[in-house]
């Protein structure tokens, strides 16, 4: 059974930043690519960064561009959000998100595309 676990959320003020991690099991991570979504209060699940399975393909939603990286460690199940220069509009709850790819270069960035999913992680952006 596959399961993703999400960290590293919480309360950050406006400019800072945080790291989100989402560790993997019950997978062979390497095989998938690896989303990151969030959701705000009343609005939708909206994509905000994924990454191929090599790690060497990334794509970025345009509202995170430039402030956010995404990574991924395959020897420890790991991907990564880096989230600097925090807007009070970045606030939402995180999900991480896997999807097994047979292109090494595969970067899906929507939601239904994501067959496995995390219970998501809060952060909050304060100003």
């Known amino acids: 059974q596959v399961q993703l676990v999400e960290s590293g959320g919480g309360l950050v003020q406006a400019g800072g930043s945080t790291r989100l991690s989402c560790t993997a099991s019950g997978l062979t991570f390497s095989m998938y690519a690896m989303g990151w979504f969030r959701q705000a209060p009343g609005k939708e699940r909206e994509f905000v960064s994924a990454?191929?399975?090599?790690?060497?393909?990334?794509s970025y939603a345009d509202s995170v561009k430039g402030r956010f990286t995404i990574s991924r460690d395959n020897a420890k199940n790991t991907v990564y959000l880096r989230m600097n220069s925090l807007k009070n509009e970045d606030t939402a709850v995180y999900y991480c998100?896997?999807?097994?790819?047979?292109?090494?270069?595969?970067?899906?960035?929507?939601?239904?595309?994501?067959?496995?999913w995390g219970q998501g992680t809060q952060v909050t952006v304060s100003s």
């Open positions: 998100a896997a999807q097994m790819t047979v292109d090494l270069w595969s970067v899906p960035t929507t939601p239904n595309t994501y067959r496995n």
């Open positions: 990454i191929s399975r090599n790690g060497r393909g990334t």
